[in-house]
């Protein structure tokens, strides 16, 4: 399963990413408070269109970051975050539970994902 598939309201990320979320993104927001979460994946994937506002891919930005909402959070496992870096996430299921793991040499990020929502996309460039 791609995360994309885990996302309600993920019709505008089909179009940017009609075969997926694919190499490595970070997980670089991450915002709790009881049962509700908030998660940002940044990901250097280039879009398989372009959107007017964000201008254009490679002058103006070259990470798009997916703002997401939802619940989660209920099992949260994470070591050594200031090292996060970009990175491969994968998607498992634990006993009927869907985790989000990320890890890279010295780092790892494990976090219990439901009913994750799309609310907006942003840019930058670096």
């Known amino acids: 399963m791609n995360v994309i598939d885990l ?11 009609p075969e997926g979320l694919r190499g490595d993104v970070l997980l670089g927001q991450l915002s709790f408070s009881v049962g509700r979460m908030e998660l940002g994946i ?3 994937q280039k879009p398989a269109v ?8 490679g002058t103006d930005y070259n990470v798009i970051v997916l703002h997401l909402s939802g619940y989660g959070g209920k099992y949260v496992h994470i070591e050594n975050w200031w090292h996060a870096d970009f990175a491969p996430v994968d998607l498992i299921e634990e006993n009927g539970i869907a985790m989000l793991t990320q890890r890279g ?3 790892s990020i494990k976090i219990d994902v439901d009913d994750l929502i799309f609310q907006r996309g942003s840019t930058y460039i670096i």
């Open 7 to 17: 996302i309600s309201r993920n019709l505008f990320l089909n179009k940017l990413f």
């Open 42 to 44: 940044h990901t250097q």
């Open 50 to 57: 372009e959107t007017e506002k964000w201008g254009t891919w």
């Open 105 to 107: 040499d010295n780092w």
